[in-house]
Structures are given as C-alpha cells and as structure tokens.
C-alpha cells in the first residue's frame, strides 16, 4: 500500500523511526547479557549488576521494550513477554543474539559506507563480531539444508567423503559439518583477510584440524580434477561473471555422479520480506531466484537439478555430475 497523504508519510517515518530504536535497544540489551536473567525475570538492581550499562539508560531501555510488548513488568521485574520467551527457547539464546547482532552490524555497514561514497557490491566487511556472526548463523547449511536431500547425506557419510567449501568465512559450515559427519574431510577455499584469518582461529582450536584444510584462494584459482563428493555454492556471494566463470572450475573439481547444492531466493514476491531479501543479495553480489540458478547449473552441465520447498525465505537448490 502506498503512502498517499503527509499525515500517512509522517506517520510511516516515525514507525520506523521508534522500531529502529526498538530493535537497535534489544540488542544493546542482547549485548550486555541481560537477556539470559529475562528469560526468568529480575528487578532492575539485579539486571544493574551484570550489565555494563548505566542504571539509568538501563531503566528506560527496559521500558522502551515493555512498551513495544517485548518484556513484561510486573511487581518490579522484567521478564521476557510470553511470545518472546517461547522464540527464544525454541531459537536459543546464542542464535537470537547472533541474529540480532548481524542485522546490527550489515545495517551499520550498509549506512557507514554509503556516507563515505565506497557502497560497492560484495562482501568486504573486516568487523570481527560481523563475521563471526554471519558464521555461526551460516552453521544452518550443514544442520537444516543438507538433511533435505539424502543424497547428500549419503555422500557425506560415506568413507573417504571429501567436502568443498567455497567462500568458508570463519569456518563454522565446514567445522560443523566435521561434527555431523565424522568420515567427511574437507577443502574451505576463504580469499578475504580477515575471515581467513578467522578461520584459521577457529579450525586450530577444533578437533578437526587434520581433516580441514584451509586455502586462501578463489574458486576460479582451483585446479583440483574429480576430486568432491559434494560442493557448497555460496552463488549469493558471486557476481554473474565470477558465477559463470566458477561452474565449469566446480564441475571438474567434483566427482562423477557427485554433487552440489546451493541456497537462492524463491520466484518473485511481492512482500516486503522478500524485497528485504532480495536488497540484502543484491548487496552480497547477485540477487537470483531459483530458476535463475536452476538455469545456469544446466547450462554448466550439470544433470538432475532439483528445487526443494521455501526454507526460511530461501530454497534449496541441487545437481548432479
């Protein structure tokens, strides 16, 4: 529905105005470990002692989101609204922080750099907390798109099962998927600095340092020949060229008979959440529907490409060699 009249305009601006501090505040509070003592409620004295945020910032953020229906305040203690309370024991304390802090910190980027006139296509953000971030909540590749295609389980729990993970980030896909599949060994290709430098962090103090290896290159820079049992496509982080010009380097690199698997946005919407998706992609380096995709792994070669149900705002994308 369109804004038509000032009254309509200012009011619109001001909604979003109140839920930009709403959520920026709830993360302020995510951040200073407050949210674990209302999951089961506290008077603001005891809130005051273990968070690092003055008494007085503290009582008014906490009001804010009794108002906005987040917390309840009863009897002088706050305490996680019902329907809050049940998100987070179903998400987990970690995963809603997580969420809260990588919305945060792509909105802080995203502002940051169009200020500064260097807004570019792709990811090249260098904050440790972002990274990490995207990378813990990334861990749903290996923990909710791969079991929706058993073919992809069976590669990867048969021995001598080889993984490549293109773009690995901070390594939480690849780790994760060592503690899913203990015959996997994989290949995590990570060219950016930082994240690399991440990854190198996280995979010495995992269990998991003989069977993943780390190569700080691109995906146009591999040379491996029939080497995978399966391949990670991050096609959301690929411009159209590099895109075109990774497939056939992933071809060769997979073995016969394997295969890959991707995450793209579902066909067009008209819902503000998929336009939100479809900015962020954009953003990353390529926004395409699953057709789009299904299109250019056949044009590739690849054979039996199946789209899987909407999962989250994405689908599920695989193909064979």
Known sequence: MSINTLEQAQTTLQSLQESAWILNTLTVIAEANVLAKLQTG???????????IPVSILTQALELLTAAGIL???????????????????????????QLQSTFGL???????????????????TDTNLIEAFGTLSRFIANDYIPQDKDLQKLLEQPGAKFLDIGAGCAQISIRLCELYPQ??????????????????????????DR??????????????????VIWIPQVFLSNDVLHEALPIIWQALKPHGKIFAGALPL?????SYKLRKLLNALFGAARTTEQVASLFEQAHFKDVKIFPEMAGYSLLTAVK
């Open 42 to 52: 506290a008077s603001i004295d005891e809130l005051t002692d273990s968070a690092s």
């Open 72 to 98: 309840s305040h009863e009897e002088s203690r706050y305490t996680l609204a019902p329907g809050m309370s049940a998100l987070t024991q179903k998400m987990g304390l970690t995963t809603l922080t997580l």
């Open 107 to 125: 909105n802080r980027e995203f502002v940051t750099e169009a200020h500064n006139k260097k807004l570019s296509v792709g990811w090249h953000h």
């Open 184 to 209: 996997v060994k994989i290949v995590a290709l990570e060219p950016a600095d930082k994240p690399f430098e991440l990854a190198q962090k996280h995979v010495q103090a995992s269990p998991y340092a």
């Open 212 to 229: 993943i290896e780390l190569r700080k290159i691109f995906i146009q820079q591999l040379t491996d020949k029939n080497t995978y049992d």
């Open 268 to 272: 067009e919407k008209n819902d503000v």
